[in-house]
């Protein structure tokens, strides 16, 4: 298994967890913005550099949320 699949496991098993606890979707954006915050204390953690371009990550990010709500699909 790859590091990437391994990781999308981990994400799944994150995502069941989460919604196990609440059920309400729209209290997730909680748990959104915290896992931002801490990939971002991790990125910088590993290298003080990596803040640029986690800050150039952010609106591509956000592209991908509009594209979400424009075609229905990630």
């Known amino acids: 298994m790859s590091k990437e699949d391994d ?37 910088l953690d590993a290298d003080p550099a990596h803040q640029a371009a986690y800050r150039e990550m952010l609106p591509a990010l956000l592209d991908s949320i509009r ?3 424009r075609t229905g699909g990630w």
């Open 7 to 43: 990781l999308k496991e981990i994400l799944d098993e994150a995502a069941i967890k989460i919604s196990r606890v609440d059920t309400n979707p729209r209290t997730w954006q909680t748990w959104v913005v915290y896992l931002l915050g801490r990939l971002e204390a991790q990125a």
């Open 67 to 69: 594209n979400r709500e």
